[in-house]
T-cell receptor, first 113, second 117 residues
Framework: GENVEQHPSTLSVQEGDSAVIKCTYS??????FPWYKQELGKGPQLIID?????GEKKDQRIAVTLNKTAKHFSLHITETQPEDSAVYFC????????????FGSGTQLTVLP | GAGVSQSPSNKVTEKGKDVELRCDPI?????LYWYRQSLGQGLEFLIY????????KSGLPSDRFSAERTGGSVSTLTIQRTQQEDSAVYLC???????????????FGPGTRLLVL
């Protein structure tokens, strides 16, 4: 089955700096990679996703890159703000049928004002 | 529109008691998932339902855990004879179907925080 590893487990950055979170996956058949943001006391919320037919996707201050050969993908947050502080999870699955997501262990991001 | 809702939001129970957790998926979503999240940990898959097919129960940790989905909508996760290690946040998610294919994007509810004393 799929195994997803996520690093770092905690990350502190100064407001305005960039943050990068990295994940690797094991199943070469995986082709859908979402990122979720979980604020304290809430369920995870999808912030961006990428499919294996593209190498990069950007949405305002958030971007995700995918390297299929190396089987890793990364979340990039630029110009961080205090409200970006949360736990971020990467995940992987195969498309085309209802499949459970395999999640990374999460990264606690703290943006220091 | 309304998102995924779960009830209760918090549940405190005594060891050995049974508990039922409820999930109302987004209307029209045919796939429904249950996950468990222990404190400071990632999400552990438990079970999922897809339409009228038999559920995938491969993530259930023991036979004390069971789930059902009635009428293709509401789902109930039942934990029998609860143990302290069952204490966690139980999250439910749902996905739509489009073009005959299940969509991968999962929309999560706020979770039920279970504490077993």
């Amino acid at each position: 089955g799929e195994n997803v590893e996520q690093h770092p487990s905690t990350l502190s950055v100064q407001e305005g700096d960039s943050a990068v979170i990295k994940c690797t996956y094991s199943d070469s058949a995986s082709n859908y990679f979402p990122w979720y943001k979980q604020e304290l006391g809430k369920g995870p919320q999808l912030i961006i996703d990428i499919r294996s037919n593209v190498g990069e996707k950007k949405d305002q201050r958030i971007a995700v890159t995918l390297n299929k050969t190396a089987k890793h993908f990364s979340l990039h947050i630029t110009e961080t703000q205090p409200e970006d502080s949360a736990v971020y999870f990467c995940a992987a699955t195969t498309s085309g049928s209802a499949r459970q997501l395999t999640f990374g262990s999460g990264t606690q991001l703290t943006v220091l004002p | 529109g309304a998102g995924v809702s779960q009830s209760p939001s918090n549940k405190v129970t005594e060891k050995g008691k049974d508990v039922e957790l409820r999930c109302d998926p987004i209307s029209g979503h045919t796939a429904l998932y249950w996950y468990r999240q222990s404190l400071g940990q990632g999400l552990e898959f438990l079970i999922y339902f897809q339409g009228n097919s038999a559920p995938d129960k491969s993530g259930l940790p023991s036979d004390r855990f069971s789930a059902e989905r009635t009428g293709g909508s509401v789902s109930t996760l039942t934990i029998q004879r609860t143990q302290q290690e069952d204490s966690a946040v139980y999250l439910c998610a749902s996905s739509p179907i489009a073009g005959g294919l299940y969509q991968e994007t999962q929309y999560f509810g706020p979770g039920t925080r279970l504490l077993v004393l």
